[in-house]
């Protein structure tokens, strides 16, 4: 069973308009492709703040980059400060989103049942659904990571079909990794990746688990990529600072190749 690798960039609240272009600019001719999708075999995808995507929309119009958000509401639309639909991110061209990403849960009351009301939302809208999961440091160290990523991707993916997971794709992020500089190491990786694809495989049988992506993010950068890369259940990055940098951006691509 061969999954497309995706590498996924996530800006975070970093880069303005301008700044965003320069950094697709910059990414185009750091990328072995150069930009040409006619060439690339790892699907590559930034994820910029809602005020730039336009602006690297445009740049990364004919290229290989695909653009995603880092959030969508699950209303069509109505009285929600602040938030975007699904509708209103495809009007802009944007393909993907990210849903319940840690910093979502910790800092703004994201939860699992607003991380499947946001999926479900994605997915109606035509969008691609990065669903984020993970656990603590206090979580691992007292033996619940499974308990935790468990809950998270069952509670996450709740009432999806078999056919709607054509579209979802599942980024494991242990908390502690985040933004840390402390990397799960390969094998503390692939232990959570292959058990939530055992995960899905009791949730939507083992066709679908076999073709989901599950991306591993974390400190991943430009020297570690590599070795998470070439795990056999890590499909791909969901990564942070590191692409911020096209050149380092571009080398956790290229090791993906
Ligand atoms: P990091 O962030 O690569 O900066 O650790 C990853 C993420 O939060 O998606």
Not at 24 to 39: F, R
Not at 223 to 235: E, H
């Amino acid at each position: 069973m061969s999954r497309r690798k995706l590498i996924a960039g996530n800006w975070k609240m970093n880069k303005t308009s301008a700044e965003g272009a320069t950094l697709i600019k910059e990414l185009k001719d750091a990328l072995p492709c150069k930009g040409n999708p006619e060439c690339c075999t790892v699907e590559v995808l930034v994820c910029p703040p809602f005020t730039t995507l336009p602006a690297v929309i445009a740049e990364a119009r004919g290229t290989c980059i695909h653009v995603g958000a880092q959030n969508v509401h699950w209303a069509a639309n109505g009285a929600f400060t602040g938030e975007l639909s699904a509708a209103m991110l495809k009007d802009v061209d944007v393909t993907h989103a990210i849903i319940g990403h840690s910093e979502r849960r910790q800092y703004f009351g994201e939860t699992d049942a607003t991380v499947n009301q946001r999926t479900k939302a994605a997915l109606a809208g035509g969008l691609v659904a990065i669903v984020c999961v993970g656990e603590t440091l206090a979580e691992r160290e007292a033996g619940q990571t499974f308990v935790v990523c468990e809950k998270q991707v069952k509670d996450g993916l709740a009432s999806l079909s078999a056919a709607d997971m054509a579209n979802v794709v599942i980024a494991y992020e242990p908390v502690w990794a985040i933004g840390t500089g402390k990397v799960a190491t390969d094998a503390q990786a692939q232990e959570v990746h292959a058990f939530i694809r055992t995960t899905l495989g009791a949730l939507f049988g083992g066709a679908v688990a076999a073709q989901t992506r599950i991306l591993y993010g974390g400190s991943m950068n430009a020297g570690n990529a590599k070795g998470l890369l070439a795990m056999p259940d890590i499909d791909g990055g969901l990564i942070g600072g590191a692409s911020l940098k096209a050149p380092d951006f571009a080398t956790i691509v290229s090791s993906a190749l």
